[in-house]
C-alpha cells in the first residue's frame, strides 16, 4: 500500500478512526473472519487505490466523502445479533442504522448528498435501486472486493499498523 493511501487515509478518516464508535467496531466479528473495523479500513483502502486510478484518467473523486462513507459504511451493523433478526434484516437496515451513526459522529455541517447516497446504497445489488453517485459505485464494488479478500486471507487493509488504529493514533 502507497504511502499516499495511508496519507489519505489520515487526512480524511482521522476523526472517524479515533471515534469511540469506529474503536469499538473492533470487537465485533464481520464476514466471519474479520471485525467491522478491519473490512471497513479494508474498504476504503480499496476505494482510495479506485480513485488514484480514476484520477489518472481526469475523472474528479470526492476522496473525503469517499474515505468517510467507505470508513463507516458498515457501523450501523453494531450490535445486530440485538438489533436484527435475521441477515436478511440487517442486509437492509444497517445502511440506514450506519447513517444516523454518522450524522452523529461528524454533524450536519460535514454530512453530505455523496456520503448519504454511497451508505444507503451499498448492498446494492442485493437491494433495488443502485448508487447515483461514481464515489457509491466505488464503495459498492469495494466493500464486494473487500469481503472476498479477506475470505482469501488477503485483507486490502493488512499493511496498515492496526495497533495506531486502535490506539486511536
Given at each position: 500500500m502507497s504511502d499516499q493511501i495511508k496519507s489519505l487515509l489520515h487526512q480524511y478518516g482521522d476523526d472517524?478512526?479515533?471515534?469511540?464508535?469506529?474503536?469499538?467496531?473492533?470487537?465485533?466479528?464481520?464476514?466471519?473472519?474479520m471485525t467491522v473495523a478491519e473490512h471497513s479500513l479494508g474498504v476504503a483502502v480499496v476505494c482510495l487505490h479506485m480513485s488514484a486510478i480514476l484520477q489518472k484518467m481526469h475523472i474528479p473523486v470526492q476522496e473525503r466523502s469517499l474515505t468517510v462513507?467507505?470508513?463507516?459504511?458498515?457501523?450501523?451493523?453494531?450490535?445486530r445479533h440485538?438489533?436484527?433478526k435475521n441477515d436478511f434484516e440487517c442486509f437492509g437496515k444497517h445502511p440506514e442504522d450506519s447513517l444516523e451513526v454518522i450524522r452523529n459522529m461528524i454533524g450536519e455541517d460535514e454530512y453530505d448528498d455523496i456520503i448519504e447516497n454511497s451508505v444507503r446504497r451499498h448492498m446494492w445489488p442485493l437491494t433495488p435501486v443502485p448508487?447515483?453517485?461514481?464515489?457509491?459505485?466505488?464503495?459498492?464494488?469495494?466493500?464486494?472486493?473487500?469481503?472476498?479478500?479477506?475470505?482469501?486471507?488477503?485483507?486490502?487493509?493488512?499493511?496498515?499498523?492496526?495497533?495506531?488504529?486502535?490506539?486511536?493514533?
Open positions: 472517524i478512526l479515533c471515534s469511540e464508535e469506529f474503536q469499538s467496531a473492533f470487537g465485533q466479528t464481520h464476514h466471519k473472519c462513507a467507505a470508513l463507516c459504511h458498515d457501523l450501523g451493523i453494531m450490535g440485538e438489533k436484527y448508487p447515483k453517485y461514481h464515489e457509491g459505485v466505488m464503495l459498492t464494488a469495494a466493500d464486494k472486493i473487500s469481503a472476498v479478500m479477506e475470505r482469501l486471507g488477503r485483507s486490502p487493509a493488512r499493511k496498515l499498523d492496526l495497533r495506531k488504529v486502535r490506539q486511536g493514533s
